[in-house]
């Protein structure tokens, strides 16, 4: 799946810039700096495929991926949230916008929630969460940057943080530990995204 091509597609400010539903699709999202780009060119093996989500401009918005040729899945990286400088309207218009699109996107397989290994779930990361539950969107919970923890620290933290998922209806049981800097679960990550695809 990974192998083929991987092309940026496009950047949609609102859903009436989104690809038709023609695809299946899995999405990325998490915090600002949470270390979202990175793993998705580590995830794909390449280098500076998600620089363009990070641009001026782009952050706030869904930026599509096609894999494959011909195509057979897209990646979705969603928007930063929680960026402490952000004014209460780019919030709002975030809310809006990953609400709008979690609930009328049916090819939409699953939504990979990246969070900090380090910093565990923030309010703005269980707002989320509930939003996937209201819109029964599938998620599973990534920790990102675990190469800053010790192992016993990692092993603590995702027990910890899988019992609080755990009242959470579309959440997946398991927390997948990962690092870019290490490698350390990639290829889980790669396996959950095709298993996801279906
Ligand atoms: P984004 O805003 O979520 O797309 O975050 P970036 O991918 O731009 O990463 C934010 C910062 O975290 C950068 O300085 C990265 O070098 C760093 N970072 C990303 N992944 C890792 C990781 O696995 N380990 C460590 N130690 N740092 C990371």
Do not use: C
Request: proline fraction near 6%; hydrophobic fraction near 40%.
């Amino acid at each position: 799946y990974f192998s083929g091509p991987i092309d940026f597609l496009k950047s949609a400010p609102t859903l009436e810039h989104i690809p038709e539903a023609d695809l299946p699709e899995v999405a990325f999202a998490g915090r600002s700096n949470v270390g979202k780009s990175t793993l998705i060119n580590a995830l794909t093996n390449r280098k500076g495929l998600a620089r363009a989500s990070n641009t001026p401009g782009r952050t706030q918005e869904l930026n599509f991926f096609t894999v494959g040729d011909p195509p057979e899945f897209r990646i979705v990286d969603m928007p930063g949230y929680g960026f402490a400088k952000a004014p209460p309207e780019v919030a709002k218009r975030w809310r809006h916008l990953i609400n709008d699109f979690l609930r009328g996107r049916p090819n939409l397989k699953r939504v990979l929630l990246l969070v900090d290994a380090r910093r565990g779930f923030r309010d703005i990361d269980i707002e989320l969460m509930k939003m996937l539950d209201e819109a029964a969107v599938s998620y599973e919970v990534v920790l990102t940057k675990s190469d800053k923890l010790k192992e016993t620290q990692l092993a603590a933290t995702t027990e910890a943080m899988a019992l609080q998922a755990k009242g959470h209806a579309a959440a997946h049981p398991e927390i997948l530990a990962t690092s870019s800097q290490t490698g350390l679960g990639v290829d889980e990550l790669r396996k959950a995204v095709i298993q996801a695809i279906g």
